[in-house]
């Protein structure tokens, strides 16, 4: 990787080890621009850095023994892509529903972009129905 894609690994890795395994919100203000862009918002959760917090507790909330674990990563410049398995055990409520006691396993591609050091802008995509599946919340459709 360029040095431009290591330093994007390292702040990815700090993001997912600190803030969503750890659940520190402080370190979302220092590896975040303040103009950062979520482009994976959800209904209800605020713009920037803090929608970011937002989205942390929730899953901190549901999951409180939350980890994520970085499966793979590669860079291109100013750009991160990165596939990650997230894991925990949902003993408080989530997206409504009361807990399920359920330990579940997840996946999710992100894709950043850095810029001075800090994250600009984050696209990605969890697999919430594999997530809902998981938890009894959703079936999943039969085969066709």
Known sequence: M???AN???ELYRRM???AFSKGD???IDELLSSDFQEHEAAPGIRPGRDGVKDIVGMMRTAFPDLRVR?????GVGDQLCARATFM???TGSFMGNPPTGKSV???AIDVIRSKDGRLTEHWGQMDMMGLLTQLGLAEMPAAA
Do not use: R
């Open 105 to 107: 396993e997840w996946e």
């Open 70 to 74: 970085i499966d793979d990563s590669f």
């Open 88 to 90: 925990g055990t949902n």
């Open 25 to 27: 919100l402080s370190v």
């Open 7 to 9: 330093d994007n690994h």
């Open 2 to 4: 360029s040095e431009s």
């Open 16 to 18: 997912t080890q600190e």
